[in-house]
């Protein structure tokens, strides 16, 4: 293990946990329900529950993931934003890319290659 991690790192937010529910079309929409709950296990009603939008787009080199928070405060709204939130998720993400791309190419390096 390297010096430069300490315990510290690896402490949990007892504050800030939340349990996990996964929604699914089977097709191209996991929906993660993510409930604020106190240490004992028992729902924090002071806090909200958040929504997660998950999909992944095929490449050449395989599955890419695509993830967002949902604006959302029912599971309704959660499946309704879901479009929305991966379409700007994955523009980001082509962007992120493109940057990625230009600075490797600016270092004499022709292309990005995911995973390697």
């Known amino acids: 293990m390297s010096n430069s991690i300490k315990h510290d790192d690896f402490t949990v937010d007892k504050n800030n946990l939340y349990r996990e529910e996964s ?19 028992s729902i924090d009603e002071s806090r909200t529950k958040r929504y997660f939008g998950e999909t992944q787009m095929m490449s050449p080199d395989g599955p890419i993931p695509v993830r967002a928070m949902l604006a959302a405060t029912t599971n309704e709204e959660a499946i309704d934003a879901f479009p929305v939130a991966m379409d700007k998720a994955l523009a980001e993400l082509v962007q992120r890319v493109k940057q990625m791309q230009s600075q490797h ?12």
Request: positive net charge.
């Open 23 to 41: 929604i699914t079309d089977f097709k191209i929409a996991t929906i993660k329900i993510l409930h604020p709950i106190k240490i004992d296990g």
């Open 105 to 116: 190419k600016d270092m004499g390096k022709s292309k990005i290659i995911p995973g390697r």
